[in-house]
């Protein structure tokens, strides 16, 4: 019997990558910088980010290490393991996977970290409000 090898990622798996590669981005750092500090070639530090390779507990620590964070930050946004009943629920809920796919967008990032640092609350509405008239214009 031949293994499916058009199986898609575990989405555990792509959760762990995409946490990587948000904290490499927020960190300034880029892909090669990651690889060569973790011993890789670049293209592996893009196949974790992607969850197309399962990244072990000791590159995992490694990761945390080079990029200045806990192991745990990796698995932040995931349901808790002790409370999921057996066969139940998707490791991800819909709106984490909207945010994580925008905050995985270099776009999305850059807008995220520049919106945050806008410290007047009337400035961020407005920015808020120009954005949604812009999408129904489109609609």
Same mark, same amino acid.
């Given at each position: =019997?031949?293994?499916? &090898?058009? #199986?898609?990622?575990?989405? $555990?798996?792509?959760? &762990?990558?995409?946490?990587?590669?948000?904290?490499? @981005?927020?960190? !300034?750092? +880029?892909?090669?910088?990651? %690889?060569?500090?973790? !011993?890789? +070639?670049?293209?592996?530090?893009? *196949? /974790?980010?992607? !969850?197309?390779?399962?990244?072990? %507990?000791? *590159?995992? /620590?490694? $990761?945390? &290490?080079?990029?200045?964070?806990?192991?745990? /930050?990796?698995?932040?946004?995931? %349901?808790?393991?002790?409370?999921? @009943?057996?066969?139940?629920g998707d490791a991800e809920p819909a709106s984490e996977k909207f945010v994580n796919a925008f905050l995985m967008s270099s776009e999305g990032l850059e807008l995220a970290e520049l919106f945050s640092r806008l410290k007047n609350p009337r400035l961020r509405k407005r $920015?808020?409000?120009?954005? #949604?008239? =812009? &999408?129904?214009?489109? %609609?």
């Amino acid at each position: =019997m031949t293994e499916d &090898v058009s #199986r898609s990622p575990n989405p $555990i798996d792509v959760h &762990v990558g995409r946490r990587v590669r948000q904290r490499r @981005k927020a960190m !300034g750092v +880029t892909q090669e910088r990651l %690889a060569d500090d973790l !011993g890789l +070639t670049f293209q592996q530090v893009q *196949k /974790y980010e992607r !969850g197309a390779n399962r990244v072990s %507990a000791s *590159k995992l /620590y490694e $990761i945390a &290490v080079a990029l200045q964070t806990s192991t745990e /930050y990796f698995f932040e946004g995931l %349901a808790d393991p002790a409370s999921l @009943k057996e066969g139940g629920g998707d490791a991800e809920p819909a709106s984490e996977k909207f945010v994580n796919a925008f905050l995985m967008s270099s776009e999305g990032l850059e807008l995220a970290e520049l919106f945050s640092r806008l410290k007047n609350p009337r400035l961020r509405k407005r $920015i808020v409000e120009l954005v #949604r008239s =812009m &999408v129904e214009d489109e %609609a």
